[in-house]
């Protein structure tokens, strides 16, 4: 556990110098800035030290900072930044909306042509159901060779005699 504070305010101070140095300020002036002594902020920034709750207050004010960012390295570093992101995802999340009615829409469209179809081919389907009295000449047909070429002959001649209506259908 004390490693692990350690760490942290090594990490927060360097973190500090890397903000003062952006900055172009001397210690001195980052410590007046913060309203804290040049030598209880050389500590912070040295990693000895961990800033206090005031410190930490103003260091949130002055440069926008995120707690997150300074503590746990995590997220956007300053308010602005996650503001931003969170507008950003926003904006994302009410793209992805809009992708997702379109889709829905063209999911909706493809279902009710597919029903359509669907309804379509049971309505021909229903149409070359059979007679009774077909199947069973079918049937006859097959058990009797004799009748399939009879019907067969009639058939042929009936469509050499009436070439019109054939070709009509």
Avoid: C, H
Wanted: proline content about 3%; aromatic content about 8%; cysteine-free.
């Amino acid at each position: 556990m004390e490693s692990f504070k350690r760490n942290m305010s090594r990490e927060i101070g360097l973190k500090l110098k890397k903000l003062r140095e952006q900055e172009g300020w001397s210690k001195t002036e980052m410590a007046s800035r913060l309203g804290v002594t040049p030598s209880g902020y050389g500590k912070n920034e040295k990693g000895v030290n961990t800033p206090g709750i005031v410190t930490l207050q103003r260091l949130r004010e002055r440069f926008d900072l995120t707690m997150d960012w300074l503590f746990f390295d995590e997220g956007p570093r300053t308010r602005q930044e996650k503001k931003k992101r969170e507008t950003q995802l926003e904006q994302e999340l009410e793209e992805l909306k809009r992708e997702l009615a379109a889709q829905r829409e063209a999911y909706e469209q493809v279902l009710e042509e597919k029903t359509r179809q669907d309804k379509e081919w049971q309505e021909k389907a229903a149409a070359l159901e059979l007679k009774p009295e077909v199947k069973e000449l079918l049937e006859q047909m097959v058990r009797i060779p004799m009748l399939y070429y009879q019907i067969m002959l009639s058939y042929q001649k009936f469509k050499v005699e009436n070439k019109e209506l054939v070709e009509m259908s």
